[in-house]
Nanobody, 116 residues
Framework: QVQLVESGGGLVQPGGSLRLSCAAS????????MSWYRQAPGKERELVAS????????NYADSMKDRFTISRDNAKNTVYLQMNSLKPEDTAVYYC?????????WGQGTQVTVSS
Protein backbone atom coordinates (compact mmCIF):
# COMPACT_ATOMS: atom_id res chain seq x y z
CA GLN A 1 0.00 0.00 0.00
CA VAL A 2 1.00 3.61 -0.44
CA GLN A 3 3.12 4.95 2.40
CA LEU A 4 4.60 8.39 2.91
CA VAL A 5 6.79 8.91 5.96
CA GLU A 6 7.97 12.42 6.80
CA SER A 7 10.92 13.18 9.03
CA GLY A 8 13.27 16.01 9.90
CA GLY A 9 10.98 18.33 11.82
CA GLY A 10 11.82 19.85 15.15
CA LEU A 11 12.36 23.04 17.11
CA VAL A 12 14.48 25.71 15.45
CA GLN A 13 15.22 29.33 16.21
CA PRO A 14 14.06 32.11 13.89
CA GLY A 15 16.47 32.44 11.00
CA GLY A 16 17.46 28.79 11.24
CA SER A 17 17.17 25.97 8.74
CA LEU A 18 15.66 22.50 8.55
CA ARG A 19 15.53 19.83 5.88
CA LEU A 20 12.45 17.66 5.78
CA SER A 21 12.39 14.28 4.08
CA CYS A 22 9.50 12.18 2.85
CA ALA A 23 10.21 8.53 2.12
CA ALA A 24 7.71 6.98 -0.28
CA SER A 25 6.76 3.39 -0.98
CA UNK A 26 3.95 1.36 -2.48
CA UNK A 27 3.78 3.17 -5.81
CA UNK A 28 6.04 4.14 -8.69
CA UNK A 29 7.72 7.17 -7.21
CA UNK A 30 9.64 8.21 -10.32
CA UNK A 31 6.44 8.70 -12.32
CA UNK A 32 4.60 10.72 -9.66
CA UNK A 33 4.61 14.41 -8.94
CA MET A 34 4.99 15.17 -5.24
CA SER A 35 3.95 18.02 -2.99
CA TRP A 36 4.58 19.44 0.46
CA TYR A 37 1.75 21.03 2.43
CA ARG A 38 1.56 22.51 5.88
CA GLN A 39 -1.11 23.17 8.44
CA ALA A 40 -0.74 25.64 11.26
CA PRO A 41 -2.97 25.52 14.36
CA GLY A 42 -6.41 26.87 13.58
CA LYS A 43 -5.66 27.28 9.89
CA GLU A 44 -6.41 25.36 6.74
CA ARG A 45 -3.84 23.12 5.14
CA GLU A 46 -1.92 25.01 2.47
CA LEU A 47 0.35 24.09 -0.40
CA VAL A 48 4.03 24.80 0.23
CA ALA A 49 5.69 23.43 -2.90
CA SER A 50 5.36 20.83 -5.61
CA UNK A 51 7.80 19.05 -7.89
CA UNK A 52 7.36 17.21 -11.17
CA UNK A 53 8.26 13.59 -11.77
CA UNK A 54 11.80 14.31 -12.90
CA UNK A 55 12.31 17.34 -10.68
CA UNK A 56 12.57 19.67 -13.62
CA UNK A 57 9.54 21.73 -12.68
CA UNK A 58 8.94 23.15 -9.22
CA ASN A 59 6.31 25.47 -7.84
CA TYR A 60 6.13 27.34 -4.57
CA ALA A 61 3.68 29.37 -2.55
CA ASP A 62 4.61 33.02 -2.89
CA SER A 63 5.55 33.45 0.76
CA MET A 64 8.05 30.58 0.59
CA LYS A 65 9.61 30.67 -2.84
CA ASP A 66 12.71 32.59 -1.78
CA ARG A 67 13.35 30.53 1.34
CA PHE A 68 12.28 26.96 0.62
CA THR A 69 13.58 24.47 -1.94
CA ILE A 70 11.85 21.25 -2.93
CA SER A 71 13.89 18.46 -4.48
CA ARG A 72 13.69 14.73 -5.03
CA ASP A 73 15.90 11.69 -5.37
CA ASN A 74 14.14 9.10 -7.49
CA ALA A 75 16.81 6.50 -6.69
CA LYS A 76 15.90 6.80 -3.01
CA ASN A 77 12.14 7.33 -3.46
CA THR A 78 12.45 10.45 -1.35
CA VAL A 79 11.32 14.04 -1.66
CA TYR A 80 12.93 16.82 0.37
CA LEU A 81 12.05 20.29 1.55
CA GLN A 82 14.95 22.52 2.48
CA MET A 83 13.72 25.41 4.60
CA ASN A 84 15.95 28.40 5.28
CA SER A 85 15.44 31.69 7.08
CA LEU A 86 12.64 30.19 9.08
CA LYS A 87 10.10 32.46 10.73
CA PRO A 88 7.71 31.87 13.64
CA GLU A 89 4.84 31.89 11.15
CA ASP A 90 6.35 28.81 9.50
CA THR A 91 5.38 26.83 12.58
CA ALA A 92 3.09 24.05 11.38
CA VAL A 93 2.78 20.36 10.73
CA TYR A 94 4.33 19.63 7.35
CA TYR A 95 2.91 16.87 5.16
CA CYS A 96 3.93 15.31 1.88
CA UNK A 97 1.31 14.26 -0.57
CA UNK A 98 0.98 12.26 -3.75
CA UNK A 99 -2.03 12.09 -6.05
CA UNK A 100 -2.51 8.76 -7.76
CA UNK A 101 -5.34 8.86 -10.29
CA UNK A 102 -8.03 10.68 -8.30
CA UNK A 103 -6.89 9.77 -4.79
CA UNK A 104 -4.65 11.87 -2.56
CA UNK A 105 -2.34 10.07 -0.16
CA TRP A 106 -0.82 11.87 2.81
CA GLY A 107 1.90 11.15 5.27
CA GLN A 108 1.43 11.48 9.01
CA GLY A 109 3.20 14.82 9.08
CA THR A 110 6.20 16.21 10.89
CA GLN A 111 6.03 19.12 13.33
CA VAL A 112 8.13 22.21 12.68
CA THR A 113 8.27 24.78 15.45
CA VAL A 114 10.11 28.05 14.96
CA SER A 115 10.63 29.80 18.26
CA SER A 116 13.30 31.48 20.31
Amino acid sequence: QVQLVESGGGLVQPGGSLRLSCAASGFTFSTSAMSWYRQAPGKERELVASISRTGGITNYADSMKDRFTISRDNAKNTVYLQMNSLKPEDTAVYYCKVRLWITDYWGQGTQVTVSS
